[in-house]
């Protein structure tokens, strides 16, 4: 027996799945700055190509320097509740050092 399952009531509608795919390791924005919205990370899949570190930024650093080895990465599972926060109208940032980063984010934005 096939159940369907309405998306729109288990994920909300306004989530952003960011592809993250850095050409060289260093700052790569996953959402610019919106006046009066805050971007949130609900979830996610991060990989680093060579050992190094990673961190999100917004106006400030919102985690510290994350050091992963070579070919490893994290995966947040999407959550209801955000792992991190950016403050009002500030871009979020990732910011890697020697290793660059492939996956994907899931971004909520609001105020």
Known sequence: MTTNVRISNTYPDNLTYVSVAQ???GTTELAAA???KKHKIMGGIL???AAGTLKF???ADLTGAMSLAANAG???PNNTLPYMQ???G???SLVTVTG??????????ES
């Open 47 to 49: 990989v680093l190509d």
């Open 100 to 109: 660059k980063a492939s996956g994907v984010i899931i971004i909520k934005t």
């Open 86 to 88: 950016t403050t009002e």
């Open 90 to 92: 500030a871009a979020l």
């Open 74 to 76: 994290f995966v947040l």
């Open 23 to 25: 050409g060289a390791a």
């Open 57 to 59: 930024t917004g106006t």
């Open 34 to 36: 919106v006046a009066g």
